[in-house]
């Protein structure tokens, strides 16, 4: 589905990306793990196209969609739910909704977005609720599920989940794994980028390993969780001596 | 678990080609970070992991050769620190030097899983029985096979240093399906066979596979004629692991390299540069998933060639020929690897330090059935005694470190000066074995 080559980003003159590769196959779930500045949500935003310094390539299907503006990736199939949501506060969450779906817009594509809408409420019954509700006066957990909902609403075939547990109580943030869980039945291919690397690597079939935007390590979720350079790329620790 | 997903070898040249980049660039950033002779190495060339753009980036790099690995015994060459490696095996040698490999738990998974698919490729099912008629001890790759048919779910025995009698009958009673020996073992086997008229139809064999060692397409017909029973080749290197990184699927024409592991190359022997596909040259391998040992084109010493047809099978997996020769003076006698060199340092040692090169050649001789090796050992004045005890000793003393140090029982023979004449410092081995292994 998706395969990334050598894809270095910049900003301005700061080199974020140092060379990636890393492919997605359809109906995976695939997770990208790393500390806190790695480069792992400059992968997802390069990929949508909001990183426009890039060199690499990223192939979609074949296609390779570097560099084309952000509403053409979208029109081909992807779409980011970003970090912190990014929700049209002021706006209900139908509109939110109707929004998501606004590429899809052309005569006669009314009823399908309707039937696609429902199917978003039964995902997330919740936003059913609170379908007349102003989306920034939602709970933090609301606001996540309606971001990814929004994003299905594009009936994306590849999903770039931005670390969609931040900042929500534990409880909540499981609520949002189950929901990816869910996701993945359904045969949706999710590129997801997550700081609870444990949580994400339960749901994901495959990780990589980012530090400093390089892959260090990459494989099976299994085999990471037993992958000591793992905890090494989260807590910088390293070691003198291979006896240590 | 992927390596027992048969979509795996099924994926497509294009699928291979993006996990081994993949996996090629986590290997190289991780070498690069964690062993301080990659470090050094890359720097000297000026190449830094980031501009790996695509696999023919590899050849560029340098090559890592057996004495680099001597260089940094015990644990220079490890890219995770010890408490992390579950096994450590060592694959020491007197003259070229002691090595110690070691393998994370994932490592020794990967590994399981490698020699699961060489069995799989085979035929190998759960429903198998399969007998382990190898030295764990002396070849390691038997554990490898054995956690491997265990994977598969087949039932496993583990069967070290049977007499062929006591092993026949066991195959018969505990009805064995499949035998996994090293030719050496299955020649001595079919020997017994032969001479003692067994019934071999009564056995429930219906594969075989050879490991550990290098043999011919003679000892797979004549292996074939006695056991009934089709003969399937699996590759390793103890240096990266002993059985798993290439193996025979049914097509029996070439061993399909484990590439989601590994990135093979053939090389020139003595230039290191690259020889086109169906060219024979060493064999190097990169390692793609190894954690605690990585090696970065390892010049392997065995002789082959690459094969990019695509195989009867459906796998696209490039295939390597069956190795039958090495690059350097290795011999292989009796289920033992066996060096000149480390034949003359035991003489040296026994002879005394004083004494001068001493002047010696090794005769293998026999069948592949039984093996015998002799040194013929010049008497120069070092050695030279008018006790006949003395030398009777000498002898005795080399022909039992022969055996303690490499595991060869060899006959010595004490010849006068001249005898071996110059030929003996070219010529330090006679191979007079009817058909050579």
Known sequence: MLKVQNLKSYYGRLQALRGISLHVGKGEIVTLIGANGAGKSTILNTVAGLVSQNEGKILLEGKDIRGLAPERIVRHGVALVPEGRQLFAPMTVVDNLELGAYVRHKNGSKIEIRQDMEMVFDLFPVLKERRKQLAGTLSGGEQQMLAIARALMSRPRLLLLDEPSMGLAPKISEEIFRTIVRLKKQEVTILLVEQNARMALEVAGRGYVIETGQVVVQGPSADLLRNHEVERAYLGKTYEKVWE | ?437
């Open chain 2, 1 to 437: 678990m992927p390596a027992l997903d048969a979509h795996c070898s099924m994926a497509s040249r294009d699928e291979v080609e993006q996990l081994q980049l993949e996996r090629l660039q986590a290997t190289l950033h991780r070498v690069y970070k964690n062993v301080e002779y990659y470090r050094d190495s890359f720097r000297n060339c000026g190449f830094y992991p980031d501009d790996l753009t695509s696999l023919d980036t590899l050849q560029k790099l340098p090559t890592t050769a057996r004495d680099t690995l001597v260089k940094n015994y015990p644990y220079g060459m490890f890219a995770v620190p010890l408490r992390e490696v579950i096994r450590l095996q060592s694959t020491s040698s007197e003259v070229r030097g002691p090595i110690v490999v070691g393998f994370t738990r994932n490592d020794i998974d990967h590994w399981t899983e490698l020699a699961a698919r060489s069995l799989l490729s085979a035929g190998v099912g759960p429903d198998d029985v399969v007998h382990i008629y190898i030295d764990y001890g002396m070849f390691p790759g038997a554990l490898g096979l054995h956690y491997g048919a265990e994977r598969i779910g087949a039932s496993v025995i583990p069967s070290s240093n049977m007499p062929p009698d006591t092993e026949l009958e066991m195959m018969k009673n505990y009805h064995t399906t499949v035998l996994v020996t090293t030719p050496h073992k299955a020649l001595r086997l079919i020997d017994f066979i032969r001479l003692h008229h067994v019934n071999v139809k009564a056995l429930m064999l219906r594969a075989c596979l050879l490991v550990g060692q290098y043999w011919s397409e003679s000892v797979r017909k004549r292996i074939e004629e006695n056991i009934y029973t089709p003969v399937f080749d699996c590759y390793g290197h103890s240096e990266i692991v002993a059985t798993g990184i290439a193996a025979e699927c049914k097509e029996r024409n070439g061993l399909h390299i484990n590439e989601d592991h590994f990135i093979a190359e053939v090389v020139d022997p003595a230039s290191g540069k690259a020889l086109q596909p169906g060219q024979a040259g060493e064999l190097m391998i990169t390692t793609l998933t190894k954690e605690a040992f990585p090696l970065i084109r390892y010049r392997t010493g065995d002789i082959t060639r690459l094969n990019e047809k695509p195989c009867g099978c459906g796998s696209c997996f490039v295939r390597m020929d069956k190795v039958t020769s090495r690059t350097d003076d290795m011999l292989f006698v009796g289920g033992v690897n066996l060096f000149p060199a480390q034949v003359e340092r035991i003489i040296a040692d026994a002879i005394g330090p004083a004494a001068s090169r001493p002047v010696f050649q090794l005769v293998v001789a026999g069948s592949e059935v039984s093996e015998s090796v002799e040194v013929a050992l010049e008497v120069n004045e070092a050695i030279f005694s008018d006790r006949l005890r003395a030398l009777r000793s000498l002898e005795d003393k080399i022909r039992d470190e022969l055996f303690d140090i490499i595991g060869v029982t060899a006959k010595i023979r004490l010849v006068e000066p001249g005898t071996l004449g110059q030929q003996a410092e070219s010529v330090r081995v006679v191979d007079k074995r009817e058909a050579n292994l």
